[in-house]
């Protein structure tokens, strides 16, 4: 009876151990990276932050100037320069997420809509919520912050984006600029 001839397997070169081994300067990458990773997690310890979720975490909702004011006041109102953020919004009025778009100096910020309502178009939420505050403590909107409003306002109908409100945070107080009137052009 003949033989079946055995199926030949092709045998693979071997890769050398170190063909995988990072550049000098890749090492001193990975190095630099494991020690901030290291640094973050005893700053997490220290500071007792959990790195774990803890679970499906309701999304803040907002119904009032004052919610805004409770969710952000107590960090905007001590920024020694003006911030302008943006609250992300879904139809119910929760809030999805924030985003610093501005940072300007003690008394001003260059604002441009495009910039204001980028996120909002990037993440497709149906309305938003502007604060900045003013380090002068003082939050009583200036007529810049008035014309910003109603142009931002203006431009986010054109995206079909609905501004709910413009809150302005001075120290311990703040002011709606849509329960003021002022956000109509």
Same mark, same amino acid.
Request: aromatic share 2%; no cysteine; glycine share 6%.
């Given at each position: 009876?003949?033989?079946?001839?055995?199926?030949?397997?092709?045998?693979?070169?071997?890769?050398?151990?170190?063909?995988?081994?990072?550049?000098?300067?890749?090492?001193?990458?990975?190095?630099?990276?494991?020690?901030?990773?290291?640094?973050?997690?005893?700053?997490?310890?220290?500071?007792?932050?959990?790195?774990?979720?803890?679970?499906?975490?309701?999304?803040?909702?907002?119904?009032?100037? $004052?919610?805004?004011?409770?969710?952000?006041?107590?960090?905007?109102?001590?920024?020694?320069?003006?911030?302008?953020?943006?609250?992300?919004?879904?139809?119910?009025?929760?809030?999805?997420?924030?985003?610093?778009?501005?940072?300007?100096?003690?008394?001003?910020?260059?604002?441009?809509?495009?910039?204001?309502? $980028?996120?909002?178009?990037?993440?497709?939420?149906?309305?938003?919520?502007?604060?900045?505050?003013?380090?002068? $403590?003082?939050?009583?909107?200036?007529?810049?912050?008035?014309?910003?409003? $109603?142009?931002?306002?203006?431009?986010?109908?054109?995206?079909?984006?609905?501004?709910?409100?413009?809150?302005?945070?001075?120290?311990?107080?703040?002011?709606?600029?849509?329960?003021?009137?002022?956000?109509?052009?």
């Amino acid at each position: 009876m003949p033989r079946k001839k055995a199926k030949q397997t092709e045998t693979l070169p071997l890769i050398p151990d170190d063909a995988f081994a990072p550049s000098p300067e890749g090492q001193a990458l990975i190095d630099a990276l494991r020690s901030n990773l290291n640094l973050l997690g005893e700053l997490a310890m220290r500071y007792e932050v959990s790195t774990k979720p803890e679970g499906p975490e309701e999304p803040p909702s907002i119904g009032s100037p $004052r919610d805004v004011y409770d969710l952000l006041g107590p960090e905007m109102s001590k920024l020694a320069q003006e911030q302008l953020r943006v609250l992300l919004m879904d139809t119910q009025n929760n809030v999805l997420g924030q985003r610093v778009v501005y940072q300007g100096n003690v008394n001003s910020s260059v604002i441009r809509a495009a910039e204001v309502l $980028r996120h909002a178009v990037l993440e497709a939420v149906p309305s938003i919520i502007i604060i900045h505050n003013h380090p002068s $403590r003082n939050p009583d909107p200036s007529p810049e912050d008035v014309l910003i409003t $109603r142009r931002l306002k203006k431009a986010a109908e054109l995206l079909d984006i609905e501004l709910l409100d413009h809150v302005v945070i001075g120290g311990k107080r703040f002011v709606s600029l849509k329960e003021r009137g002022l956000m109509a052009a």
